[in-house]
């Protein structure tokens, strides 16, 4: 590639790994992956780094751009943030002693450098079953402390780590990275207050500063960081002036005293970081992310000093990689699987949920002046980026602030307008108690619309939207919709903003929407879709948002082995519909499915409802069970955990056998079922 210019670290496209022999395309005929990333293959845990010269970790540094845009293209994950932290990451493994040392990322979906570094260097399963986790996990490392990749946390762990360490007298230090986006976070700023509290316990706090979270990071916290990016620091401006002050007679030494007494409010003037300073804390920086000698110096200054520190450190996102530099929207936050040389998708996606909710929500824009919507530092992934081009003046970012989100939605509805508060169902669990005592407490219509629900898979157990349908139940006033297909979401969507004198839920899957699952009637509220044909049915099946096609298809099998099935989508799960009761009693046995925990689920819902109306009908419930589940592809987990038609057409084909007597107690369960469809 004559005339490229080559850039120590970056990714170039069309070749096999980073070129600065002054010989191009000499790489790109070494297909191997020693060849391609020899000092990465010589990397099984942080300690080698130790014998590597400035010179060879610059190298390094490069390999591993390399090796995550080849690898990561071909399975999906988080892309730009790892191009990010590179350097950095050497540097911390260079200057702590991980494991005894603790370093800790938030919100995680940056470790992959880490997990480069500590010996994980298969990425052939990145995310998928049986391979590496896209966060820290525990199993995987000894390296690695916490799993639960959401953000603003780290620094309660930090301090809770960094006190353990002080009452037990450990001789180890705690490094915690928080990125700027992160520390919108409030969770973040009550930690600040108790680690400042103790000027001698020892913790390491990295802000990692790369103006954006998902998309570029929004608020006074923003412009604070803003401010100290664009200024000389106070550290360099005071060396400078001590060399002139030094050579001045007399008074030079004492002026300089002087003037390094008057600090804080010189640093205010050179670089306003009073900020941190005011709750007590050590600044170091700003710190340029991509220089490993500064940032290793940075950090073993402040490992040295016995109290907490925060390291500010700059760095850019997607960096070396130009199609992820070129993506405004969010530097290949996440990406699919793409080609590594374009960054292009491989396989055009069909509609998915998320973008049949944004065009909607741009149509009921354009209807109702008086709706707005706010997201939680994420515009785009939430659906919520057309609308925002179209309202700009009517989109809300609170950054990661969940909680927050929630109570400026009340009292956005209090003023008499209808906020729209979208954000991944995993992540309304941190505002559960705001929806309970602020929203819902207070009558106010607010919408909340749940992205990710249900499975999502390969994000692992704490990314999967399984808790909200229980949680809510307990919320009086609320109402919660479950679409099952995109008409749904459109219509249920408009109901739910309709609504002003409660709080709404709107829940949806992650993922391609399927084709539209038509009623062939109606009973109360609640779809019928699919009727039994008989006057006294043994089946009523009630299906959940989008299980509806895979409730037809059990209907179907049951329908071979001669049992009769009615298929319901109740529309709204909360509150249950009054014609559930009467409905439920023509049939023998009620059975519901849900991705959802079976526990305080719809299914529980529903049968306290049948006991409370005095219908005595035997009920069966499928749902997720109270586990934290593995990442896995969607289809896998619910393999795994028994919610497909097979599983469920199966047990419900033993109920029906157990009330006809036909079921031998004492024989193998699969068997029995295969012995009462014969």
């Not at 590639?1 to 600065?20: E, Q």
């Not at 943030?81 to 990451?89: D, I, K, R, S, Y």
């Not at 620094?155 to 780590?161: N, R, Y």
Request: one cysteine or more; hydrophobic letters at 40%.
């Amino acid at each position: 590639m004559p005339g490229t210019p080559k850039v120590p670290g970056t990714f170039m496209p069309g070749v096999a790994g980073k070129l600065d022999s002054g010989e191009p395309g000499k790489l790109d005929q070494l297909y191997c992956k020693e060849a391609r990333v020899p000092l990465l293959t010589r990397i099984t845990g942080p300690r080698d780094l130790d014998r590597l010269s400035l010179e060879e970790l610059d190298q390094l540094a490069g390999e591993i751009r390399t090796f995550l845009v080849e690898e990561v293209s071909k399975t999906g994950g988080h892309l730009g943030p790892n191009l990010g932290v590179v350097e950095l990451t050497i540097a911390l493994h260079r200057v702590f002693e991980s494991p005894k040392d603790k370093v800790l990322f938030d919100t995680g979906h940056q470790s992959y450098v880490h997990k480069l570094l500590t010996g994980r260097q298969d990425f052939s399963r990145l995310k998928m079953k049986g391979g590496l986790s896209g966060y820290p996990a525990q199993a995987e490392s000894a390296h690695d402390v916490i799993e639960n990749s959401h953000a603003s946390t780290v620094l309660g762990w930090a301090d809770g780590i960094a006190k353990a360490n002080q009452l037990m007298k450990r001789d180890s230090h705690v490094a915690a990275v928080i990125g700027d986006g992160a520390l919108t976070g409030g969770m973040a700023w009550e930690a600040l207050n108790n680690i400042a509290a103790a000027k001698d316990r020892p913790l390491v706090i990295v802000v990692n500063d790369n103006e954006r979270s998902y998309a570029p990071t929004i608020g006074g916290l923003a412009n604070h960081l803003a401010t100290l990016r664009t200024t000389d620091g106070y550290e360099r401006f005071l060396a400078r002036t001590r060399e002139v002050l030094e050579k001045t007679p007399v008074v030079g030494r004492q002026l300089y005293e002087t003037l390094h007494g008057a600090k804080k409010g010189l640093k205010d003037f050179i670089a306003p970081q009073g900020m941190f300073e005011d709750l007590g804390l050590k600044y170091v920086g700003p710190i340029d992310g991509h220089d490993i000698e500064a940032l290793e110096s940075a950090l073993a200054r402040a490992k040295r000093f016995g109290g907490p520190v925060i390291v500010h450190c700059l760095t850019e996102k997607g960096r070396g990689y130009q199609p992820a530099l070129q993506d405004e929207a969010d530097r290949f936050h996440a990406v699919g699987k793409i080609h590594p040389d374009t960054g292009l998708p491989i396989a055009a996606s069909g509609a998915d949920w998320t973008s049949v909710f944004g065009e909607e929500m741009v149509k009921l824009g354009e209807e109702r002046e008086d709706l707005v919507a706010i997201t939680a530092a994420m515009l785009q992934p939430v659906g919520l980026d057309k609308f925002a081009k179209r309202f700009p003046e009517r989109v809300y970012d609170v950054g990661i602030a969940e909680q927050h989100g929630a109570v400026s939605a009340a009292g956005l509805a209090h003023g008499g307008v209808h906020p729209v508060f979208a954000v991944y169902a995993t992540f309304l669990n941190r505002a559960f108690d705001q929806v309970l005592m602020d929203v819902a407490l207070h009558k106010c219509g607010v919408t909340f619309v749940l992205d990710r629900a249900g499975v999502t898979g390969t994000d692992g157990a704490s990314h999967n939207g399984m808790w909200d349908m229980s949680i809510l139940q307990v919320v009086p006033g609320l109402r919660m919709a479950a679409p099952r297909d995109a008409d749904q979401v459109r219509a249920q969507l408009r109901e739910a903003v309709a609504v002003e004198d409660a709080p709404t839920v709107v829940r949806f899957s992650k993922g391609a929407v399927g084709p539209a699952v038509p009623a062939v009637g109606r009973v109360g509220g609640m779809d019928v879709l699919r009727e039994a044909g008989t006057e006294r049915p043994d089946v009523l099946l009630v299906s959940v948002g989008a299980l509806a096609p895979m409730c037809l298809e059990i209907a179907g099998l049951l329908d071979k082995q001669g049992i009769s099935t009615t298929v319901v989508d109740p529309r709204w799960v909360k509150p249950v519909d009054e014609a559930m009761a009467p409905l439920a009693e023509r049939h023998r046995v009620v059975v519901t499915v849900e991705d959802n925990s079976r526990v305080g689920g719809v299914g529980s819902t529903i049968a306290q409802a049948l006991r409370d109306a005095g219908v005595d009908v035997p009920l069966r419930d499928f749902g997720i069970p109270p586990r934290f589940l593995d990442h896995a592809s969607r289809a896998e987990v619910l393999t795994e955990i028994g919610l497909t038609a097979p599983d469920i057409a199966r047990q419900v084909t033993g109920l029906v056998a157990r009330l006809d007597g036909r079921f031998d107690r004492t024989a193998d369960p699969v068997d029995s079922v295969e012995t009462a469809r014969d």
